[in-house]
T-cell receptor, first 113, second 109 residues
Framework: DTAVSQTPKYLVTQMGNDKSIKCEQN?????MYWYKQDSKKFLKIMFS???????INETVPNRFSPKSPDKAHLNLHINSLELGDSAVYFC????????????FGEGSRLTVL | ELKVEQNPLFLSMQEGKNYTIYCNYS?????LYWYRQDPGKSLESLFV?????AVKQEGRLMASLDTKARLSTLHITAAVHDLSATYFC?????????FGAGTRLTVKP
């Protein structure tokens, strides 16, 4: 029973297209994140939600729009995809008031051609 | 802004040797995390260090935290090939969890 699950795992698309990635966690955590990992393995925080409320909104192009319909789900929609958006996108969740460690999904590898 | 610096970024070791990875951060925080990532995989939590002086050990890895120096170390004892991976430290300030650049460890026979 996967704790943090992301779909799809792979996306290959053309520049200019729009795509979405979905994330669900069954750990009962209140806080969820999106991270972008580039080809050099650097992990950049993009967004964080706590109980459906946006609490961290990093300097990310506004082509990226997160949405949290409930505290177990956090989706990421990307408009007008560009070559530089190619990366692995990780969803993660945590229980801030416990140990606070992040539990990651398997990642969604986005390739923009 | 919270900055997290790891060094070295690349580490090639012989099996059986010892080495330490360092993680410095710029802003006061009492919580520091170490994660491991295998090639093509996700990140998994290795250690959670929640207070000054915390030390955690698991197998050949030992992590420690000095909040006054804003420094954490990950010590590898008698490295084996299975430890080859990328290791990340991460620090958080009120839900803003920032990662170091990662240390890519290769253990050679």
């Amino acid at each position: 029973d996967t704790a943090v699950s992301q779909t799809p795992k792979y996306l290959v698309t053309q520049m200019g297209n729009d795509k979405s990635i979905k994330c669900e966690q069954n750990l009962g955590h209140d806080t969820m994140y999106w991270y972008k990992q580039d080809s050099k393995k650097f992990l950049k925080i993009m967004f964080s939600y706590n109980n459906k409320e946006l609490i961290i909104n990093e300097t990310v192009p506004n082509r990226f729009s997160p949405k949290s319909p409930d505290k177990a789900h956090l989706n990421l929609h990307i408009n007008s995809l560009e070559l530089g958006d190619s990366a692995v996108y990780f969803c993660a969740s945590r229980d801030y008031w416990n140990t606070g460690e992040l539990f990651f999904g398997e990642g969604s590898r986005l390739t923009v051609l | 802004e919270l900055k997290v610096e790891q060094n070295p970024l690349f580490l090639s070791m012989q099996e059986g040797k010892n080495y330490t990875i360092y993680c410095n951060y710029s802003t006061t925080s009492d919580r520091l995390y170490w994660y491991r990532q295998d090639p093509g995989k996700s990140l998994e939590s290795l250690f959670v260090l929640l207070s000054n002086g915390a030390v955690k050990q698991e197998g050949r890895l030992m992590a420690s935290l000095d909040t006054k120096a804003r420094l954490s170390t990950l010590h590898i004892t008698a490295a084996v090939h299975d430890l080859s991976a990328t290791y990340f430290c991460a620090v958080d300030i009120y839900n803003d969890m920032r990662f170091g650049a990662g240390t890519r460890l290769t253990v050679k026979p």
